[in-house]
C-alpha cells in the first residue's frame, strides 16, 4: 500500500515536473490546418492506364478541406510544379490578399516556393478550390478540389455526401489531348470525353437507407454544363452555390461550370437501391452517377430535411443602389498560334474589353471603381449565343431578376447567363480590395471574358 502510494506520488511529482514542457506541447498550436501541394502525379483515370494529372497532393480527388464557419482556416502551400501557380478559394468571401490571384492580389506562387493562406469563411456551405494560372491545363489536369464550411450548429443529416464533376479529355492510352481547341473555345467550350466523379467514372456512391441525406453537387469542369435531375427521386435544393435558399422541389437545375447544389433527400427504406443523377439533355437523361442504399440506419421513418440557417450576407439596400451596366460579347478576333505554341485568341469581351491575360503585374484598369459599403446593382446582358457562367470573387450577389425566366431572388457567387439573357444583380460592396470578375468557362475567361472591380 505504502509502497504503491509512494510510486502514485512520485509518478504525479514527475508528471509535474514535465507539465512545463507537457503543457506546451499540447497547446501550441500547429502552423496550419492542411498542406497541399502542387505536384504532378501519373494516375489511373481510365483502368489499366496512367494520366499525368497535376495534383493537389499526388492524389485525385483532391483532399476535401473541411472548416467551420467563422473560424480561422490554415493552409501551407507549396508548389512542386515547374510552372507558377496561386490557389484561389472560390465563392469565399476573404481577405482580397488571400484570394489567389497572381498580380492583382499576390505574386505566383514560384516553382519550388510556398506560400501561407490563412482567412476565415463567414459564410457555411459547399464551396471549391482551384488555381488561378494557367488554368486550362491546371484545373484541366486535375487540381480542382472540395472546400466545405461547416455551419456553427451542424444541421442534423444522417449522411452528408459529395459528388464532384470533372470530365478528362484523354486518348485511349490516357495520354492528354489538347486541352482546348480555338473553335470550341470560340464557342461552349471544350469539352473532355471521360466523364468522372469523384474521380471514377459512373461512380455508386454509399449512402445508409431510410435517412436523411445531405448531397453537395460540384461543377469542377473547365466548360461542361450540367442540367442536374434526380428523375422520379423526390429530393429538395437548400442550397445553390453555398447559400441556403428555402427548400423547394428539385426539377430540374442548370449547374454551371463552378457551380454547386446542395439538395436534401430521404432515401428509400431497403438496401441496394440505387438513386441515379442525371444530365438532362432535352427529353433524355445521361446518368452521370448514382447513390446506392447500404442497411437502413432505422425502422421508423426517417426525420425531416434540416432547413440550413442563412448566411450572413448584408442585403443590398436597392432604394439607393448606384447601377452599372456589363455587356458579354463575341468579339471573334483569332489570333494565329504563336511561336511557343499557346493560341493568343481574344474571343470575347466584357464592355469592349477584352482580358489579355495575366502574364505581368501590368494590369489593365478595374472594370468598375465601386465605393466601400454601398450597394450596387450590376445590369448583365449576354449579347452572344452560348450560356456564360459569370463568377465575382469576394462577395456574394443577390440575383434579382431575369428577362428568362421568373426569379425568386437567391444569393449566389455566380450566375449562369443563358444565351442572350439580360438579368439584374445586386450586392453590398462591403469587401474592399480588387475582386476577378469573369465566365467561369475556363477557356472564355483565357480568351477574354474577365475583368476585376475594385471595392475602396
Ligand atoms: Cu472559381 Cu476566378 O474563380
Ligand atoms: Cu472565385
Ligand atoms: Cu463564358
Redesign the pocket.
Known amino acids: 500500500m505504502k509502497r504503491r502510494r509512494f510510486l502514485q506520488r512520485s509518478l504525479q511529482a514527475a508528471a509535474l515536473a514535465a507539465s512545463p514542457q507537457l503543457s506546451l506541447s499540447l497547446s501550441r498550436q500547429p502552423e496550419h490546418d492542411y498542406i497541399l501541394t502542387a505536384e504532378e502525379q501519373p494516375l489511373p483515370v481510365l483502368p489499366d492506364t496512367s494520366s499525368a494529372l497535376l495534383t493537389f497532393n499526388g492524389q485525385f480527388p483532391a483532399p476535401v478541406i473541411r472548416t467551420r464557419q467563422g473560424e480561422k482556416l490554415r493552409i501551407h502551400f507549396i508548389n512542386k510544379l515547374p510552372q507558377e501557380t496561386t490557389i484561389h478559394w472560390h465563392g469565399i468571401r476573404l481577405d482580397n490578399a488571400m484570394d489567389g490571384v497572381p498580380y492583382l492580389t499576390q505574386p505566383p506562387v514560384k516553382p519550388g516556393a510556398t506560400f501561407d493562406y490563412e482567412f476565415t469563411c463567414p459564410d457555411a456551405g459547399t464551396f471549391w478550390y482551384h488555381p488561378h494560372m494557367h488554368s486550362i491545363e491546371q484545373l484541366g489536369r486535375g487540381m480542382v478540389g472540395a472546400l466545405i464550411v461547416e455551419e456553427r450548429n451542424k444541421p442534423a443529416f444522417d449522411a452528408d455526401v459529395m459528388a464532384g464533376f470533372k470530365d478528362w479529355r484523354l486518348n485511349s492510352d490516357g495520354s492528354f489531348m489538347p486541352l482546348s481547341e480555338p473553335r470550341h473555345a470560340a464557342r461552349a467550350?471544350t469539352l473532355g470525353n471521360v466523364a468522372t466523379v469523384n474521380g471514377r467514372q459512373l461512380p455508386e456512391i454509399a449512402v445508409p437507407a431510410n435517412a436523411t441525406v445531405r448531397l453537395r453537387l460540384l461543377n469542377m469542369d473547365n466548360s461542361r454544363q450540367f442540367a442536374i435531375s434526380l428523375g422520379d427521386t423526390p429530393a429538395r435544393v437548400i442550397a445553390i452555390d453555398a447559400m441556403p435558399v428555402p427548400p423547394q422541389a428539385l426539377e430540374v437545375h442548370d449547374l454551371g461550370v463552378g457551380m454547386r447544389l446542395d439538395l436534401g433527400l430521404h432515401t428509400p427504406a431497403e438496401a441496394g437501391v440505387e438513386i441515379p443523377i442525371y444530365d438532362r439533355k432535352g427529353r433524355f437523361l445521361q446518368k452521370v452517377c448514382s447513390l446506392r442504399t447500404t442497411a437502413p440506419l432505422r425502422s421508423g421513418s426517417p426525420p425531416p430535411i434540416p432547413v440550413l440557417p442563412a448566411n450572413p450576407v448584408s442585403e443590398p439596400d436597392l432604394s439607393q443602389a448606384e447601377t452599372h451596366r456589363f455587356v458579354?460579347e463575341w468579339a471573334g478576333a483569332m489570333t494565329p498560334v504563336s511561336k511557343d505554341g499557346h493560341a493568343h485568341h481574344e474571343f470575347?469581351t466584357i464592355n469592349r474589353r477584352a482580358w489579355a491575360g495575366m502574364h505581368s503585374a501590368n494590369l489593365p484598369e478595374p472594370l468598375a471603381e465601386l465605393s466601400l459599403g454601398k450597394s450596387y446593382i450590376f445590369e448583365l446582358h449576354n449579347a452572344t449565343p452560348?450560356?456564360?457562367?459569370i463568377h465575382l470573387h469576394g462577395l456574394i450577389f443577390k440575383v434579382l431578376s431575369s428577362d428568362r425566366k421568373t426569379i425568386t431572388p437567391f444569393f449566389t457567387d455566380t450566375i449562369l447567363l443563358e444565351k442572350n439573357e439580360r438579368a439584374r444583380i445586386a450586392f453590398v460592396a462591403d469587401n474592399p480590395g480588387s475582386w476577378m470578375y469573369h465566365?467561369?468557362?475556363i477557356e472564355?475567361?483565357k480568351t477574354g471574358?474577365m475583368g476585376y472591380i475594385r471595392i475602396s
Open positions: 467550350g458579354f470575347w452560348h450560356g456564360h457562367p465566365c467561369h468557362v472564355h475567361m471574358l
